[in-house]
């Protein structure tokens, strides 16, 4: 009896060492999965995202929607050019350009709207620039309301600053 009491001591004992081993090994995964946990994180969260062209898309496209309804021209819209942009339902702060032109199919202006700092200059430059806005520029065509139904040409150009917001 006392040489089995005495084997089990020492199993004992060498089973206490075995879970030791393991155990360091699970705390190095622990720390291991951890870090690779906080550098995921943190590689995410430092990320910059310049989302001013998907801005630049919807403000466009609010703009289209508003001159455009059915593919004929609104012209209550167009009635009042000082409340154009309240007529169409938009918000905008001094971050956004907006230049709205209707063309009849003789090209002479009929509409020019334009909202903001001129950012067309910056917008349509090839060369290599730090601070280049958030652009673009669509041309899309609508029918005239009137009997003749004639087509007329809109152009849209939407600009977007946002500097300090998406360049850091």
């Known amino acids: ?11 004992k004992k060498s089973q206490l060492g075995s879970e030791l081993i393991l155990w360091i090994f699970r705390f190095i995964f622990l720390i291991m ?26 403000l466009e496209r609010k703009l289209a929607d508003c001159i ?17 942009l309240e007529n169409c339902n938009i918000v905008l702060n001094d971050e956004f350009y907006a230049n709205v032109t ?3 199919s003789s090209n002479k202006v009929i509409f020019n709207f334009k909202y903001g ?13 730090k601070y280049k806005p958030g652009c673009l520029e669509t041309s899309l065509s609508v029918a005239n309301n009137s009997i003749n139904r004639e ?5 849209i150009l939407v600009g977007i600053k946002k500097f300090d917001k998406n360049l850091k």
């Open 1 to 11: 009896m006392n040489k089995s009491t005495n084997n089990f001591k020492r199993n």
């Open 33 to 58: 999965v951890s870090m690779g946990i906080v550098m995921i994180v943190g590689a995410l969260y430092t990320q910059s995202l310049d989302i001013r062209k998907i801005e630049a898309l919807a």
């Open 68 to 84: 455009s309804t059915n593919g004929f021209l609104n012209q209550a819209v167009l009635n009042d050019k000082d409340k154009f």
């Open 117 to 129: 700092e001129n950012l067309e200059p910056l917008c349509k430059t090839t060369s290599k620039i």
């Open 102 to 104: 209707v063309y009849d």
């Open 151 to 155: 087509q007329l040409t809109t152009n």
